[in-house]
């Protein structure tokens, strides 16, 4: 077990896949399926944001009334 750095075999020469090493690419076909996703959440979670709202400055306003 030797940890010197003069190894005559690199990594890639010891790295046996079956497939062959991917490369660092933007994956455009998976963003547009994260924002197909995400966008139908958003429309739908959307109409409920006033509710979110009423309901933080219900507490906000206890909060206050309580002296917190």
Same mark, same amino acid.
């Given at each position: *077990? +030797?940890? +010197? /750095?003069?190894?005559?075999?690199?990594?890639?020469?010891?790295?046996?896949?079956?497939?062959?090493?991917?490369?660092? +690419?933007?994956?455009?076909?998976? /963003? &547009? &399926?994260?924002? *197909?996703?995400?966008?139908? =959440? &958003?429309? =739908?979670?959307?109409?409920?944001?006033? &509710?979110?709202?009423?309901?933080?400055?219900?507490?906000?306003?206890?909060?206050?009334?309580?002296? +917190?």
């Amino acid at each position: *077990m +030797s940890t +010197s /750095n003069g190894d005559s075999e690199s990594v890639v020469e010891t790295l046996r896949t079956v497939t062959p090493l991917s490369t660092d +690419s933007p994956d455009t076909q998976m /963003n &547009f &399926f994260g924002y *197909m996703v995400a966008a139908p =959440i &958003f429309v =739908i979670l959307l109409p409920l944001l006033p &509710f979110v709202v009423a309901g933080w400055l219900v507490s906000k306003g206890l909060g206050a009334l309580r002296g +917190s």
